[in-house]
Nanobody, 126 residues
């Protein structure tokens, strides 16, 4: 059974950093694109970043470019989202998801993804 577990969320002051992890259970992430998404209260879920299944190309929402970095671990059972220079508007529940299929590109649309984790909460506040 495919399972994704997010961790690393928490409360951080503006300007601070967090590193989110998305760990796969029951499978490896080799042949999947992985995306990070977030949903703030009262807002739609939005794509934050993704990494492709082939070549490891990445994609970022404009709102996080230059501040967030997505990466995979060598064992290919985890994907990370390093979040720096956090702003209050980054406050949301963060989810990871995988998209079945091989591609050198990845997309940020939530509807593209097939399996989801349950999320981790990130709060940026002083």
């Amino acid at each position: 059974q495919l399972q994704l577990v997010e961790s690393g969320g928490g409360l951080v002051q503006p300007g601070g950093s967090l590193r989110l992890s998305c760990t796969a259970s029951g499978f490896t992430l080799d042949y999947y694109a992985i995306g990070w998404f977030r949903q703030a209260p009262g807002k739609e879920r939005e794509g934050v970043s993704c990494i492709s299944s082939i070549g490891g190309s990445t994609n970022y929402a404009d709102s996080v470019k230059g501040r967030f970095t997505i990466s995979r671990d060598n064992a290919k059972i985890a994907v990370f989202l390093q979040m720096n220079s956090l702003k209050p508007e980054d406050t949301a529940d963060y989810y990871c998801a995988v998209k079945v299929g091989l591609s050198r590109l990845c997309m940020l649309g939530p509807h593209e993804y097939d399996h989801w984790g349950h999320g981790t909460q990130v709060t940026v506040s002083s």
